[in-house]
């Protein structure tokens, strides 16, 4: 099959996951209805006499901004994971293994905890101090790497990932024990949740993902060279210092994002990046966009699993997608293993 | 030397931290010429490379048929000099054409979206065929013998379009019909009078037969450098402290 052709399938698959997200509920909106509601804001015209009045609302208000915001968290994540793993040409590695989301999210709780998420700049301050601390948790984790094992390795890279992000989440629940009044939120953020159905984080978390995405698909040629290895990459004419620091950043600005509005959601920038490739090939400029929308598509899904299975509680989003992550992530390494 | 100077290093000197591995070194290594670099373990053979390639930061001058290195951009090196090691495992699932394909990114021109262009293509082609791996053009580079793999590295090598190729022990882990293929396939490449080659190899008899001159070096300063063919046999001894000829007689004498 030509890559357009499945990357259209992946589009239609993509809108028919939206149109399902906010379709399915407390009460079922037909996927027609769906369509007349949302060109009815747009373009102000009359909804047809069968809508009840509410049902606007309803969906445009609190399923709509739910579903994009689980869409994009998707795109984000899964992007990021395969930009991640080929930096580090490692196909285990991934923003949430190596601790990067969980560092976002401590960054998150303490800011919080002081009280400063509710001032006015909150908005703004929660996601800038969540990217920082995943900054700094993606160097930290680099460096203690580094230290350990010069050439570091992939089992390496992977238990110091998951030692700093084992002592974040401690952290974190340090945090919300220590107060209180916090506590339901931070508990929430750290397996994820996007309960949280403003229109404001999606216009923040939209903008933020389509321009590293495009910065990323800019540097996709510079990706399929670095995945040769480092030495190998400079001898063929990448400036690698310069392009790993550029992307490790921009891996950071976005995760730091996601992770701010939605909290920590594992497994899905492992997962999605592998199911990717085996359907795109490996070069970038074809698997990055299947990435976003494979991503988006999967994390929609995993949300109305997480709103449907055990009406009226909500399972967390990030215990969906370790139930499904974990396991996956065993099978690769299991099967890395036997290769290598 | 009547022949033209491709690759001349002078003064050079490198290494890992504080810690100087290689002192003061100046050779050169002419147009058509194939330089083989011995000298035992740890003597700073892969440093020296390491260092040609760019990857390493140097001091001294070094320049690549007449164009001084250090004011070139990555880009602009990568297309004088290109780097071959022993293969390792790819990680992740290209195609041959696409792993070969990749060693064209110091051609890409500096768009925001560069696309692959005619002389791309024409480039991959001509690698591939060079190293006999067109056929497997669209198998992925994760399924290949190590045999197989070295040459779709040679062939990416060969993509680069470079005038000096660098090896790193190209020929070890390789069965002995590869190695005499990998070799075979390096030498018609050097028959052209704009290229040379310059290589560490593990094993010294292969060494010597591929290549025609030789920089021996200990403890990184340059023990002697000249061509093959009278080659100080007492400095090789001294090299690898063995009495390297007899050893050799030894080991090959049953092929006699």
């Known amino acids: ?310 009406p009226p509680h909500e399972i967390p989003i990030g215990s969906i997608t370790a139930l499904l992550g974990a396991p996956f992530f065993l099978y690769l390494f299991f099967a890395g293993r036997r290769e290598g | 030397m009547n022949r033209k100077a491709m690759l001349t290093v002078e003064h050079l000197s490198c290494g890992y931290g504080k810690t100087e591995v290689i002192h003061d070194l100046s050779f050169q290594v002419a147009a058509g010429e194939r330089l083989c670099i011995l000298g035992p373990n740890g003597c700073g053979k892969t440093t020296l490379l390491r260092a040609l390639a760019g990857v390493l930061p140097c001091q001294g001058y070094m320049e690549a048929d007449g164009a001084a290195l250090c004011g070139l951009t990555t880009k602009q090196r990568a297309k004088k000099i290109a780097l071959m090691s022993q293969f390792s495992r790819p990680a992740f699932d290209y195609t041959v054409y696409e792993a070969v394909m990749l060693g064209r990114y110091a051609h890409r021109s500096g768009s925001l979206f560069p696309a692959e262009t005619v002389a791309d293509r024409a480039a991959v082609e001509d690698a591939l065929r060079r190293t006999g791996v067109w056929e497997l053009r669209e198998h992925s580079v994760m399924r290949l013998s190590g045999g197989q793999l070295q040459r779709v590295f040679l062939a990416r090598t060969f993509a680069q379009e470079p005038q000096i190729i660098l090896l790193d022990e190209p020929a070890n882990h390789l069965d002995l019909r590869y190695q005499a293929a990998l070799l075979e396939s390096l030498r018609d490449w050097t028959a052209d009078k704009r290229r040379c080659v310059a290589g560490v190899f593990h094993d010294i008899s292969l060494a010597l037969a591929f290549a025609d001159k030789a920089l021996l070096l200990e403890e990184g300063r340059a023990l002697a450098c000249g061509p093959v063919e009278g080659l100080d046999e007492r400095m090789l001894d001294r090299l690898y402290g063995m009495d390297v000829r007899s050893y050799m007689k030894r080991m090959y004498g049953r092929w006699e």
């Open chain 1, 1 to 310: 099959m030509r890559t357009g052709v499945k990357i259209g399938l992946l589009f239609l698959t993509a809108f028919a996951a939206l149109l399902l997200g906010t379709g399915v509920g407390s009460v079922y909106v037909p996927p027609g209805d769906i369509l007349s509601i949302a060109a009815g804001r747009m373009f102000d015209l009359p909804l047809p006499d069968h809508i009840p009045a509410g049902y606007s609302a309803m969906v445009l208000d609190m399923r709509l901004p739910r579903v994009l915001l689980a869409f994009l968290t998707g795109a984000s994540l899964a992007v990021c994971g395969a930009v991640m793993q080929s930096l580090l040409q490692n196909p285990l590695a991934s923003p949430f293994g190596l601790g990067v989301s969980s560092g976002a999210g401590l960054g998150a709780a303490l800011v919080i905890v002081l009280g400063l998420a509710s001032a006015g700049l909150g908005t703004f301050l929660l996601p800038a101090v969540s990217l920082v601390s995943a900054l700094c948790t993606v160097f930290l984790v680099l460096f203690l790497a580094a230290k350990l094992d010069r050439r570091m390795s992939n089992v390496t890279v992977i238990l110091v990932g998951m030692v700093v992000s084992l002592f974040c989440n401690a952290v974190m629940s340090l945090l919300a024990t220590g107060s209180p009044a916090h506590a339901q939120r931070i508990q929430l953020w750290q397996l994820g949740s996007f309960s949280m159905r403003e229109w404001s984080a999606v216009w923040a978390l939209g903008p933020a993902a389509v321009l590293v995405c495009l910065y990323f698909l800019r540097y996709a040629g510079e990706l399929d060279v670095m995945t040769c290895g480092e030495e190998q990459a400079v001898a063929m004419g990448v400036e690698l210092r310069r392009v790993r620091g550029r992307l490790m950043t921009a891996v950071a600005v976005l995760t730091g994002t996601a992770v701010a509005f939605v909290g920590i959601i594992g497994f899905v920038d492992l997962i999605v990046p592998h199911v990717a490739r085996r359907f795109f090939g490996a070069a970038h400029r074809r698997t990055l966009p299947a990435c976003a929308l494979l991503g988006g598509t999967f994390l929609v899904l995993c949300d109305l699993a997480a709103r449907t299975l055990t």
